[in-house]
């Protein structure tokens, strides 16, 4: 593990700078679109696709010391949704402390 060392420093930034990048270049995609420019589109989705893969590598590596955001392990499903709805009732920002993560039973669905 690499918790608080360079390595998770630098892991945080790339990560952070892959999801800034997904985002204009899914933003920067659908302008094309909407100005029917679709080979540009289709570059842009590439590259969109691109930053989200090496967003997912970034984050993967830093299963290990838990969800930047929040600070709860992440990694298998009912972790990854904890996590989650921390984060949401975080942005949401009622100010209610008492509010609880759902201990949910999760089934597989074929």
């Known amino acids: 593990m690499f918790k608080k060392s360079q390595k998770e420093e630098n892991l945080v930034e790339a990560?952070?700078?892959r999801c800034q990048a997904n985002r204009r270049f899914l933003y920067l995609e659908q302008?094309?679109?909407?100005e029917s420019y679709n080979d540009v589109a289709s570059i842009f989705r590439l590259?969109?696709?691109?930053e989200t893969g090496n967003?997912?590598?970034?984050?993967?590596?830093?299963?290990?010391?838990?969800d930047l955001a929040t600070g709860k392990p992440i990694g298998e499903n009912k972790?990854?949704?904890?996590?989650a709805v921390a984060?949401?009732?975080?942005?949401?920002?009622?100010?209610?402390?008492?509010?609880?993560?759902?201990?949910?039973?999760?089934?597989?669905?074929?």
Do not use: W
Not at 47 to 50: A, G, I
Not at 57 to 66: A, F, G, P, R
Not at 90 to 96: L, P, R, S, V
């Open 47 to 50: 590259d969109t696709e691109n």
């Open 31 to 34: 302008k094309a679109n909407i």
């Open 15 to 17: 990560f952070a700078c």
């Open 87 to 110: 984060i949401e009732i975080h942005h949401e920002d009622t100010g209610n402390n008492k509010v609880g993560i759902p201990d949910l039973d999760f089934k597989k669905t074929n």
């Open 79 to 83: 972790l990854n949704f904890k996590s």
């Open 55 to 66: 967003a997912h590598s970034h984050l993967e590596c830093l299963e290990k010391v838990d």
